[in-house]
Nanobody, 125 residues
C-alpha cells in the first residue's frame, strides 16, 4: 500500500509562486513514476506533470510548460511541483499520484495506482 500526502497549497495572487510537496510512504518510492494532476469545479481531472523514477524522464502539459517544474528527492520519498507565474486558470485542487508499474512516463490518470487527497491552489486576479 502506498500513501501520498500533498501539502503547500494556498491562496496566491496572479504572477506569484507556490511549491507543492507530496510525501509518499513505501520502501520502493524510488521505483515509482510520479505525477501531478489537477481538477477544477465542473471540469475533468487533467494531467499537469510527471517524472520518472530516475528523474530523467519528465513531461509537462502544454498549459504549464515553462512555468511549472516537477522534481523528486528519492531519499526523502518526496516529489515537488514548483509553480511560478501562476494564473487564475491554474486554480484547482492538485493531486499527486503514483504508478508502481509504469515503464514510461504517462499522462493518463487511469494508469496511476495511488492518489493523494489533494491540496487546493487558488490564484486571484
Amino acid at each position: 500500500q502506498v500513501q501520498l500526502v500533498e501539502s503547500g497549497g494556498g491562496l496566491v495572487q496572479a504572477g506569484g509562486s507556490l511549491r507543492l510537496s507530496c510525501a509518499a510512504s513505501g520502501r520502493t518510492f524510488s521505483n515509482y513514476l510520479m505525477g501531478w494532476f489537477r481538477q477544477s469545479p465542473g471540469k475533468e481531472r487533467e494531467f499537469v506533470a510527471a517524472i520518472s523514477w530516475s528523474g530523467v524522464g519528465i513531461y509537462y502539459a502544454d498549459s504549464v510548460k515553462g512555468r511549472f517544474t516537477i522534481s523528486r528527492d528519492n531519499a526523502k520519498n518526496t516529489v515537488y511541483l514548483q509553480m511560478n507565474s501562476l494564473k487564475p486558470e491554474d486554480t484547482a485542487v492538485y493531486y499527486c499520484a503514483a504508478c508502481v508499474d509504469c515503464v514510461a512516463v504517462t499522462t493518463h490518470s487511469y494508469e496511476y495506482n495511488y492518489w493523494g487527497q489533494g491540496t487546493q491552489v487558488t490564484v486571484s486576479s
